[in-house]
């Protein structure tokens, strides 16, 4: 029974899909704060903003995302890296949730990903929590009511946190399950109120079906100078690495800040919001960031507040170093609204080195970029997957191994043709430590870094570079405002002789991670070779 007046042009049950009490469809957002707050789904905050916990789990549970083992696209997919699912499981645990959802009320968001028309995805999300509505209402792409009134759904969401997956009965890993049915167009996600889980579930879904049609899906953040379109920088990088904190800069425009796509016309957001980390957040440091969390239908997820006030403790992170707020891209005032530019002139590879090792920026060849894409050398940030309680170096595929359902060499191979084809500038900056590793340095601080990107996207004249003598990566002598040792590793550390062993350390590990790639070709295979012979 639906009370609704106005019915979309594919209701759920066209999908097979009964028993369901009641569908709210297309709520927007007023609605949505409306049926979450009446539902004690969280509380109403500052300037309109809706505080929720997402209870048990607060980051991501990549261990627990399954793809379902079918024809059209088994030989496709990197079996290393996703974990499997057998089609009678998941027909198995699909017709366990409906049953579960017989007779409860869901709400429904038809919804579009990917900015570019040429790879416009229309994605049905249908979810048990309205909070759940609204964020990816803000995440993905409001249609306008003509593009509604014949959406068709491609691919359909079913989130559902009160529905717990049975490890014995339906093949998977835990109570918690992400399963992809590319076949079946349909993703599954149950056992968790993790909010992320669901925009993760349409880039994973993206990364399968873009590189066909010669797209290159990217984790990144994009922006562009406010006066060139063309003027584009990208910023690879895992949470945590500063994606949404350096391209929301106020002196450019924002294409997004998580999901990009780069076509034959150049890159464009996937998405239509922003999911940013708050814990530490400062108003000083990043004010755009900072004046989301008090406007209207901002989720601010898992973070303790004044229960009179409802001021938010940025510094409290006693439930998860993970908190976040969700928002319209719009709230960034210096957004861009077309949600696209031109080719990129600079591409950051973002890295967190725990180890204290690497320089804060390095110039990188072509063929260089490609063995740190597909290297993915990071750390993964306290709080972002379940059970991470400190920095943990760690290597993820094109910086973003647990959205990649293909294998790596693909998105390197389209790397390479886009980097051969358009020559843009291409660095690597460290934001992690410097003077040592985790517990003995100092993270370099926001401040320098955002010195360092000055430098990277003003830079109009002829670098003085030196040859790292473990890397073999160009590194600038001179970065206006930055401390000259700073860009000397070596010469920040009270030992330099434990520099050049965990230094030579690192290199064996870079060296180990990359012999499970294919090498592209020829140029970078020998910068593989060239940090062997060293």
Same mark, same amino acid.
């Given at each position: 029974?639906?009370?609704?007046?106005?019915?979309?042009?594919?209701?759920?049950?066209?999908?097979?899909?009964?028993?369901?009490?009641?569908?709210?469809?297309? *709520?927007?957002?007023?609605?949505?704060?409306? !049926?979450?707050?009446?539902?004690?789904?969280? !509380?109403?905050?500052?300037?309109?903003?809706?505080?929720?916990?997402?209870?048990?789990?607060?980051?991501?549970?990549?261990?627990?995302? !399954?793809?379902?083992?079918? =024809?059209? =696209?088994?030989?496709?997919?990197?079996?290393?890296?996703?974990?499997?699912?057998?089609?009678?499981?998941?027909?198995?645990?699909?017709?366990?949730?409906?049953?579960?959802?017989?007779?409860?009320?869901?709400?429904?968001?038809?919804?579009?990903?990917?900015? @570019?028309?040429?790879?416009?995805?229309?994605?049905?999300?249908?979810?048990?929590?309205?909070?759940?509505?609204?964020?990816?209402?803000?995440? &993905?792409?409001?249609?306008?009511?003509?593009?509604?009134?014949?959406?068709?759904?491609?691919?359909?969401?079913?989130?559902?946190?009160?529905?717990?997956? @049975?490890? #014995?009965? !339906?093949?998977?890993?835990?109570?918690?399950?992400?399963?992809?049915?590319?076949?079946?167009?349909?993703?599954?996600?149950?056992?968790?109120?993790?909010?992320?889980?669901?925009?993760?579930?349409?880039?994973?879904?993206?990364?399968?079906?873009?590189?066909?049609?010669?797209?290159?899906?990217?984790?990144?953040?994009?922006?562009?100078?406010?006066?060139?379109?063309?003027?584009?920088?990208?910023?690879?990088? &895992?949470?945590?690495?500063?994606?949404?904190?350096?391209?929301?800069?106020? #002196?450019?425009?924002?294409?997004?800040?998580?999901?990009?796509?780069?076509? @034959?016309?150049?890159?464009?957001?996937?998405?239509?919001?922003?999911?940013?980390?708050?814990?530490?957040?400062?108003? /000083?440091?990043?004010?755009?960031?900072?004046?989301?969390? #008090?406007?209207?239908?901002?989720?601010?997820?898992?973070?303790?507040?004044?229960?009179?006030?409802?001021?938010?403790?940025?510094?409290?992170?006693?439930?998860?170093?993970?908190?976040?707020?969700?928002?319209?891209?719009?709230?960034?005032?210096?957004?861009?609204?077309?949600?696209?530019?031109?080719?990129?002139?600079?591409?950051?590879?973002?890295?967190?080195?725990?180890?204290?090792?690497?320089?804060?920026?390095? /110039?990188?060849?072509?063929?260089?970029?490609?063995?740190?894409?597909?290297?993915?050398?990071?750390?993964?940030?306290?709080?972002?997957?379940?059970?991470?309680?400190?920095?943990?170096?760690?290597?993820?595929?094109?910086?973003?191994?647990?959205?990649?359902?293909?294998?790596?060499?693909?998105?390197?191979?389209? *790397?390479?043709?886009?980097? #051969?084809?358009?020559?843009?500038?291409?660095?690597?900056?460290?934001?992690?430590?410097?003077?040592?590793?985790?517990?003995?340095?100092?993270?370099?601080?926001?401040?320098?870094?955002?010195?360092?990107?000055?430098?990277?996207?003003?830079?109009?004249?002829?670098?003085?570079?030196? /040859?790292?003598?473990?890397?073999?990566?160009?590194?600038?002598?001179?970065?206006?405002?930055?401390?000259?040792?700073?860009?000397?590793?070596?010469?920040?550390?009270?030992?330099?002789?434990?520099?050049?062993?965990?230094?030579?350390?690192?290199?064996?590990?870079?060296?180990?991670?990359?012999?499970?790639?294919?090498?592209?070709?020829?140029?970078?295979?020998?910068?593989? /070779?060239?940090?062997?012979?060293?």
């Amino acid at each position: 029974m639906h009370k609704q007046l106005k019915l979309p042009y594919v209701t759920v049950e066209d999908h097979g899909m009964s028993g369901i009490e009641q569908v709210f469809y297309n *709520l927007n957002d007023i609605e949505l704060m409306e !049926h979450a707050i009446n539902r004690s789904e969280g !509380h109403l905050g500052k300037g309109g903003s809706l505080i929720v916990y997402t209870g048990e789990k607060t980051g991501r549970s990549p261990n627990d995302k !399954h793809i379902v083992v079918e =024809s059209s =696209s088994s030989e496709k997919i990197w079996w290393e890296n996703n974990k499997k699912m057998t089609l009678e499981n998941f027909d198995t645990l699909y017709g366990d949730l409906l049953r579960h959802m017989e007779g409860k009320t869901y709400y429904s968001q038809d919804l579009t990903a990917a900015r @570019d028309t040429d790879a416009l995805l229309n994605v049905r999300v249908i979810t048990e929590l309205a909070w759940h509505s609204l964020f990816i209402r803000h995440l &993905l792409n409001s249609p306008s009511k003509d593009y509604l009134s014949k959406f068709v759904p491609e691919y359909t969401i079913i989130n559902c946190p009160s529905f717990f997956s @049975d490890p #014995e009965k !339906h093949g998977c890993q835990s109570k918690t399950t992400i399963a992809l049915n590319i076949e079946k167009k349909l993703i599954l996600i149950c056992g968790t109120g993790y909010a992320g889980e669901n925009k993760k579930s349409i880039f994973t879904l993206l990364n399968y079906l873009l590189p066909d049609s010669n797209v290159m899906p990217m984790h990144c953040s994009a922006n562009h100078a406010i006066s060139d379109t063309d003027d584009v920088a990208l910023f690879f990088g &895992l949470s945590g690495t500063g994606k949404t904190t350096l391209s929301a800069d106020p #002196e450019r425009v924002l294409i997004g800040d998580d999901e990009h796509g780069w076509g @034959d016309k150049g890159v464009f957001n996937f998405e239509g919001g922003c999911y940013a980390k708050t814990i530490n957040l400062k108003q /000083k440091e990043e004010p755009e960031i900072f004046a989301t969390t #008090e406007k209207f239908a901002t989720i601010i997820e898992n973070m303790k507040f004044d229960p009179i006030e409802r001021t938010l403790d940025f510094s409290d992170d006693s439930i998860t170093q993970n908190m976040r707020c969700a928002y319209p891209i719009s709230y960034i005032k210096n957004s861009s609204k077309k949600g696209y530019g031109g080719n990129p002139k600079n591409i950051i590879m973002l890295t967190c080195d725990a180890f204290g090792v690497l320089p804060p920026i390095a /110039k990188l060849t072509s063929a260089e970029a490609i063995f740190y894409f597909l290297s993915g050398f990071t750390a993964k940030v306290a709080g972002t997957e379940q059970g991470i309680k400190e920095p943990q170096p760690t290597f993820s595929a094109c910086f973003g191994a647990p959205f990649i359902p293909q294998k790596p060499e693909v998105y390197g191979k389209l *790397l390479w043709n886009r980097l #051969e084809t358009e020559k843009p500038n291409v660095w690597l900056l460290n934001t992690g430590w410097s003077g040592g590793g985790f517990g003995k340095g100092k993270r370099i601080s926001i401040e320098n870094t955002r010195k360092i990107l000055k430098f990277i996207l003003n830079q109009d004249k002829k670098l003085v570079l030196r /040859k790292d003598k473990v890397f073999h990566f160009s590194v600038p002598l001179k970065v206006e405002d930055v401390s000259d040792s700073l860009l000397s590793p070596r010469e920040t550390w009270d030992e330099p002789s434990l520099y050049d062993q965990t230094a030579e350390n690192l290199k064996k590990m870079f060296i180990d991670n990359f012999k499970v790639f294919d090498f592209i070709n020829d140029e970078v295979t020998q910068v593989y /070779k060239k940090l062997i012979n060293a």
